[in-house]
T-cell receptor, first 117, second 112 residues
């Protein structure tokens, strides 16, 4: 089956630093990837839609200058949390859809847990 | 925009009993409804989905029903097993957009 990999799975950083999270589709091309944020015992909140070769589309209330998204290739999207603060601590998860199929299924990465000290 | 509500937030059942989780959506244009299972610390995985042109779909012990008029859909798990314990998320989307709006999740515990 389709595999989406995220890296790193866990990251701890100091307040004020920036952190980059990668989302890769390992065995398929992904025109579109999505980034979510998940708080403990809460649902997946869509942050932005990442389109290969174009600017990401952010959901209302998500700061685009805070959460930089780049989708430079059909297999890689990155989320950079800039000038991280403790309130940015969360579980960030990406998903991707196959470019070649219209089944609607999204494949999720394993998530990245960010802790900002 | 779309809004999805999910109930209950927690559900405990005895092994072998059935479990039902319900979701309602607000956007009548939504036409694709997947259900995801997320085990602790793991990624969500698709367990079943349904499109708006179908009222019911079944896959072994799992079934999903859809009522377009009422804008609600439900997940049914029969003969529950301890390994069914997880958090289940419903979602709604307009087919082709892949922009999923997730429900708030249901933590299912199957008691042995």
């Amino acid at each position: 089956g389709a595999v989406v990999s995220q890296h790193p799975s866990r990251v701890i950083c100091k307040s004020g630093t920036s952190v980059k999270i990668e989302c890769r589709s390992l065995d398929f091309q992904a025109t579109t990837m999505f980034w979510y944020r998940q708080f403990p015992k809460k649902s997946l909140m869509l942050m932005a839609t990442s389109n290969e070769g174009s600017k990401a589309t952010y959901e209302q209330g998500v700061e685009k200058d805070k959460f930089l998204i780049n989708h430079a290739s059909l297999t890689l999207s990155t989320l950079t949390v800039t000038s991280a603060h403790p309130e940015d601590s969360s579980f960030y998860i990406c998903s991707a859809r196959m470019s070649s199929t219209g089944t609607g299924e999204l494949f999720f990465g394993e998530g990245s847990r960010l802790t900002v000290l | 925009g779309e809004n999805v509500e999910q109930h209950p937030s927690t559900l405990s059942v005895q092994e072998g009993d059935s479990a039902v989780i319900k979701c309602t959506y607000s956007d009548s244009a939504s036409n694709y409804f997947p259900w995801y299972k997320q085990e602790l610390g793991k990624r969500p995985q698709l367990i079943i989905d349904i499109r708006s042109n179908v009222g019911e779909k079944k896959d072994q012990r799992i079934a999903v029903t859809l009522n377009k008029t009422a804008k609600h859909f439900s997940l049914h798990i029969t003969e529950t097993q301890p390994e069914d314990s997880a958090v289940y998320f419903c979602a709604a989307t307009l087919s082709g957009t892949y922009k999923y709006i997730f429900g708030t999740g249901t933590r299912l515990k199957v008691l042995a």
